[in-house]
Nanobody
């Protein structure tokens, strides 16, 4: 079973930057894709970014394109989300998730979340 632990959230002013980390652990860590999602108060959880573990290719929600960058460190089983030019509407709890074998296409492991608050 894969465990995911996020870190790096906090309070930042609009226009600032934060870097989130998500460390994966487990007896044998294997994943197809790692993703970041977020949930603002009173709203549904939405997709932010994802990275293919094998190729490193990334994709982003339109709302964060050009501002957020997702990366991975295969040796450390860790993914990152570099968030620049933050806006108040980026305020949310950010969750890391894994799409793991044997079933592809389902995020079946989730972290506990880390709070990001952007003040205006």
């Amino acid at each position: 079973q894969v465990q995911l632990v996020e870190s790096g959230g906090g309070l930042v002013q609009a226009g600032g930057s934060l870097r989130l980390s998500c460390a994966a652990s487990g007896r044998t860590f294997r994943t197809y894709t790692m993703g970041w999602f977020r949930q603002a108060p009173g709203k549904q959880r939405t997709f932010v970014a994802a990275i293919d573990w094998s190729s490193g290719s990334t994709r982003y929600a339109d709302s964060v394109k050009g501002r957020f960058t997702m990366s991975r460190d295969n040796a450390k089983n860790t993914v990152y989300l570099q968030m620049n030019s933050l806006k108040p509407e980026d305020t949310a709890v950010y969750y890391c998730a894994g799409d793991n074998p044997p079933v592809r296409g389902v995020y079946d492991s989730w972290g506990q979340g880390t709070q990001v608050t952007v003040s205006s």
